[in-house]
């Protein structure tokens, strides 16, 4: 069964700090481009950060500079390190593969974990 676990979120103030993790199980994970996404109140799921089999990492606009996304193959592990968080990074933070559909769009193949929370206040 495959299992997407992830933690680390938390209440934070603006200009702080967080370090997501994500555990993954029942995938070949050294073989995903694996990626985080988040969702914030009354939005559609967004794309932040993604990061190939290769290491090759690409960004969304509102996250480059401060974001940065990493991973351990041997511990089926991703990482998302967050410095200086703004209240619009409010949302929760979900991992997932990534990959480009048919039309285009991004993909997640694999069933939604819980996600962990972020609040960033003002």
């Known amino acids: 069964q495959v299992q997407l676990v992830e933690s680390g979120g938390g209440l934070v103030q603006t200009g702080g700090s967080l370090r997501l993790s994500c555990a993954a199980s029942g995938i070949i994970f050294s073989i995903n481009t694996m990626g985080w996404y988040r969702q914030a109140p009354g939005k559609q799921r967004e794309l932040v950060a993604e990061?190939?089999?290769?290491?090759?990492?690409n960004y969304a606009d509102p996250v480059k500079g401060r974001f940065t996304v990493s991973r351990d193959n041997a511990k089926n592990t991703l990482f998302l390190q967050m410095n200086s968080l703004k209240p619009e990074d409010t949302a929760v933070y979900y991992c997932?593969?990534?990959?480009?559909?048919?039309?285009?769009?991004?993909?997640?193949?694999?069933?939604w974990g819980q996600g962990t929370q972020v609040t960033v206040s003002s």
């Open positions: 990061i190939s089999m290769f290491g090759s990492t």
């Open positions: 997932n593969s990534v990959r480009v559909g048919l039309h285009g769009e991004k993909v997640a193949d694999y069933s």
